[in-house]
RNA sequence: GCCGGCGUAGCUCAGUGGUAGAGCAGCUGAUUCGUAAUCAGCAGGUCCUCGGUUCAAGUCCGAGCGCCGGCUCCA
């Protein structure tokens, strides 16, 4: 298993100070500058923000009159070409303090001069391009002939050094790459992203919807979606009762008082519903399951001897998210966490943290996971502890890292109120990553609800929970799911295994013989007899993604076989039904992700 | 929430203040077909909602709701 790991980058968008280290960075640094470049020359009056390299290209931030259109973005790209064209030198320039400012005022750029006053020493570095000229570190290319390869891709509104409530400037993304097939790849990678969005094929494939009417981030999870959902949860279950946890419901909601104990009410009020009142008391709808579980845990005294004790369960929350946040599957109001919570001694908590990383590893691979990007999140401004708690906490998260031998970078304040944690966000086939598993240490709940124990020496003792989420949400699981794959699940999750296609009509009643055959046998088989070309109905099976396209018609009658067409292989050849249905059924249970390389080995997947 | 864009049939989209349109999907019929779209007919509309301007609003204006791209925030 290889694990990959970029640091987060925690400069922001105020990023002249992200070091640019690599050479496609400084090559897309100089882009930006390019891009500013044109702006400034085309549009009399824009001022210049900030424009650095980001991991897939760059972007540059202006303060505009207006904000910029489409066709805008193709004039600017045009006056870009011309001035590589003009194969202009960039030229590094050190002025004094009072001269850089005078220069930025003089040419209107009060942006500029705010980032001088705020970053520069006596000595102001500067890169010139012709006439445009910018306050930045560098490093750049040797002139602007060199840029081969550049597209600007959108634009899009930014709050001015990335701080909400600043006034906001318009964004204008571009990509660029050392050769014009690096940047034909990167754009039909994007392609590829568009294509297999989860909002598009949740529709196309009928798994899931969202309604205006039942309102927005709340998820309807149709027929096939809830079938794919409910055998990951199947398993899920099936792997969390092997790994020692015990599972449990818990209701959603719960007396506001409750949430006051948690802190919740005091840390976590702006992601919370309003309450509910019932008979004078006031009730909170639950977004988060912590509470419930730790309840169940203090319902009677525990023994040393008990612990650990893992509680797990699908527990659905609802947070208040912000409108303009809201995506499909990803970002929801209403979501299941496969959330569960480890009480144990503080003695137990490495090696439970341990059990934990290797439990998520193994879970994530089954789906087809095996690159992540591991954060470990610390303390933010706005938590509840001691010092010496949070570096406990933090200390034994690293430790579980590293007996694990797994590289992670450190996200500064990205911790949780309640504990510090470490996120993994798993790399689809795009090579995207996306924040789905979660691991917190927490000694603030145990102590604010008086959680113990009672050891070997008779008395009381304060425990540790660890709280943790393996897929993260069921809905963004789905919907990561959904793109690794593009709609194509692997067999064991697929909702419709196999469709039988009647050559014609008078094949129909061999096509259902087939298929309740293959029923028989614990397959999920369809039969498609529609009045229609076959032609017709297997572009169609091809496009719900259906794995096996079983065509039958004279001599799969006569023979008593079917035609098999895979939807990624093609044609397969006549087999036995009796042998395609042995082999499916081990390709299920094995839950295989990889299909089988070859038709002639005769592979199934 | 903020900035910008968008909202017309189930889907993708035309529609320039004056009678609401196409393709696909759906339904009906014909066709009975060998590995990604057979042909014909029919039906389908609160032009997102509310308010305003106008003799007249899908079209112009305002507010709200939702969606899209970002920012910010996050599972």
């Given amino acids: 298993m290889s694990f990959s790991v970029e640091p987060p980058d925690s400069t922001g968008p105020s990023g002249e100070s992200r070091p640019t280290s690599s050479p496609l960075d400084v090559y897309r640094h100089s882009s930006a500058h390019l891009l500013a ?3 400034t020359e085309l549009y009399a009056g824009v001022q210049c923000g900030v424009g650095p390299p980001t991991e897939d290209g760059f972007f540059y931030d202006f303060l505009t009159e207006r904000p910029f259109t489409l066709e805008d973005l193709a004039a600017i790209e045009k006056r870009m070409t011309e001035i590589v064209k003009q194969d202009r030198a960039i030229e590094r320039r050190v002025f004094s303090k009072e001269e850089a400012l005078a220069l930025f005022t003089a040419r209107g750029q009060t942006l500029k001069c705010e980032l001088i006053r705020e970053k520069a020493g006596d000595e102001v570095q500067c890169y010139a391009m012709g006439d445009f000229v910018d306050f930045c570190l560098g490093p750049h290319l040797p002139s602007s002939g060199c840029i081969k390869a550049f597209k600007l891709l959108s634009v899009a509104a930014a709050y001015w050094k990335g701080i909400e409530g600043n006034p906001q400037l318009q964004r204008i993304y571009g990509t660029s790459f050392f050769t014009s097939e690096d940047l034909e790849r990167h754009l039909k990678r994007l392609d590829e992203a568009r294509r297999r969005d989860h909002r598009r094929l949740g529709r196309d494939l009928d798994l899931f919807s969202i309604s205006e009417d039942t309102g927005a981030g709340l998820i309807l999870w149709h027929p096939k979606g809830a079938f794919i959902r409910t055998k990951i949860e199947d398993y899920w279950r099936d792997e969390h009762l092997k790994g020692g946890y015990d599972l449990i419901y818990t209701p959603h ?3 506001l008082d409750l949430w006051k104990t948690s802190g919740h ?3 976590y009020r702006a992601n919370m519903y309003s309450p509910i009142e019932i008979e004078n008391v006031e009730y909170q709808l639950k977004p988060m399951n912590c509470p419930f579980h730790i309840m169940i845990l203090r319902s009677k005294p525990r023994s040393y001897r008990d612990l650990p004790i893992r509680y797990a369960e699908l527990g659905t929350v609802y947070r208040f998210e912000r409108s303009g946040v809201l995506h499909g599957l990803m970002r929801v109001r209403g979501f299941t966490q496969d959330d569960a919570h480890v009480f144990c001694r503080p003695d137990q908590l490495e090696s439970e943290l341990i059990r934990v990383l290797d439990f998520v590893t193994s879970i994530l691979r089954t789906f087809g996971f095996e690159q992540y990007e591991i954060f ?5 401004d706005k938590s509840s502890g001691t010092a010496e708690q949070w570096e406990t906490a933090t200390a034994a998260l690293k430790h579980a890292l590293e007996a694990r031998d797994l590289r992670y970078a450190v996200d500064p304040g990205e911790g949780v109120f309640y504990g510090p944690k470490i996120d993994i966000k798993i790399k689809d086939c795009l090579d995207r990553a996306w924040q789905c598993s979660t691991i917190q240490v927490d ?5 604010r609800f008086e959680l113990e124990f009672i050891g070997e020496d008779g008395r009381a003792h304060s425990l540790v929970m660890v709280h943790r989420a393996l897929l993260g949400s069921l809905e963004r699981f789905f919907g990561v799911l959904i793109e690794h794959y593009a709609g194509a699940f ?5 909702p419709v295994q196999a469709v039988v296609i009647p050559v014609s009509i008078r094949h129909a009643e061999y096509a259902h013989r087939v298929a309740a055959d ?4 614990g397959l999920r088989v369809d039969v498609d007899d529609r009045n229609e070309k076959m032609g017709y109905r297997i572009r169609e099976a091809q496009l719900q993604k259906v794995p096996y ?5 004279d001599r799969e009658q006569e023979a008593g076989s079917v035609s098999a067409r895979h939807r990624r292989r093609g044609d397969l050849g006549p087999m036995n039904p009796r042998e395609l249905a042995r082999r499916i059924n081990h390709n299920v249970s094995e839950r295989v992700v990889q299909e089988e390389p070859t038709a002639s080995t005769g592979g199934v997947s």
Avoid: C, D
């Fill in 253 to 255: 909601i719960a007396k």
């Fill in 443 to 447: 000694f603030h709940n145990p102590q």
């Fill in 549 to 553: 396209m079983l065509i039958v018609g």
């Fill in 265 to 267: 009410t005091e840390y």
């Fill in 376 to 380: 470990l999140s610390t303390r933010p």
């Fill in 518 to 521: 293959l029923r028989e046998s």
């Fill in 490 to 494: 692997p067999l064991w999750l697929a």
């Fill in 37 to 39: 470049a044109a702006v």
